[in-house]
């Protein structure tokens, strides 16, 4: 499976923008970024996920690198309660599992 | 939707028992995976069923196994349990085996001791 790095744990205000990177350099043409977030006490949380536009939903954005090799989820206002770990994962269109790596634990202050 | 259920919350078992960990699907998915969480670390996939049938499985040995139904709930089967099998077991939903989004139980707490 191909691997993504993300790093260890970011910092945020709340009700600013945060932007979560994931580098991705070996993704193949076939390779979907999904981003999921762990919420403590709770099981992970779809967010959102892309193949090479960018897109948006009612949680987040993701954006991708022209080439692909990387991607930002981008969360437009963080609040308390998106204080959680996020997952940046590679699945082929074929491929049935979630390889998670360990995250970005995201801490949001006041 | 009542997304994904998963009982007992939390269990204790003595080494060498067994235990079966119990899911009930997100309505209208017919695909379920298990996936074992240790503490700090991310989940890690251990199979998937999808219309009762196996359709994927990770590095976990031939004593975790698992069953699906025809109403698409799930049970996952640990044998000989050791030490090193505590951890959250999450169950996760989808209504394929394409690209779309799983929808995750809130996990069973197993400790072995």
């Known amino acids: 499976d191909a691997k993504t790095t993300q790093p260890n744990s970011m910092e945020s205000n709340e009700e600013e923008p945060v932007h979560l990177p994931c580098n991705h350099s070996?993704?193949?043409?076939?390779?979907?970024i999904h981003w999921y977030r762990q919420l403590p006490s709770q099981g992970p949380e779809y967010v959102i996920h892309?193949?090479?536009s960018n897109v948006n939903n009612r949680m987040a954005s993701l954006a991708i690198a022209e080439d692909r090799k990387s991607s930002t989820l981008i969360l437009h206002r963080a609040t308390l309660r998106d204080a959680a770990v996020y997952y940046c994962?590679?699945?082929?269109?074929?491929?049935?599992?979630?390889?998670f790596g360990t995250g970005t634990r995201l801490q949001v202050t006041l | 939707e009542t997304g994904v259920t998963q009982s007992p919350t939390h269990l204790i078992k003595t080494r060498g028992q067994q235990v079966t960990l119990r899911c009930s699907s997100q309505?209208?998915?017919?695909?379920v995976s298990w996936y074992q969480q240790a503490l700090g670390q991310g989940p890690q996939f251990i199979f998937q069923?999808?219309?009762?049938?196996?359709?994927g499985r990770g590095n976990f040995p031939p004593r975790f196994s698992g069953l699906q139904f025809p109403n698409y709930s799930s049970e996952l089967n640990v044998n000989a349990l050791e030490l090193d099998d505590s951890a959250l077991y999450l169950c996760?939903?989808?209504?394929?085996?394409?690209?779309?989004?799983?929808?995750f139980g809130s996990g069973t707490r197993l400790t072995v001791v």
């Open positions: 069923y999808y219309r009762e049938e196996e359709n």
């Open positions: 070996t993704i193949s043409g076939t390779d979907y």
């Open positions: 996760a939903s989808s209504s394929g085996t394409g690209n779309y989004g799983y929808t």
């Open positions: 309505s209208g998915h017919n695909t």
């Open positions: 994962i590679l699945r082929t269109g074929t491929a049935s599992k979630l390889t």
């Open positions: 892309g193949l090479t």
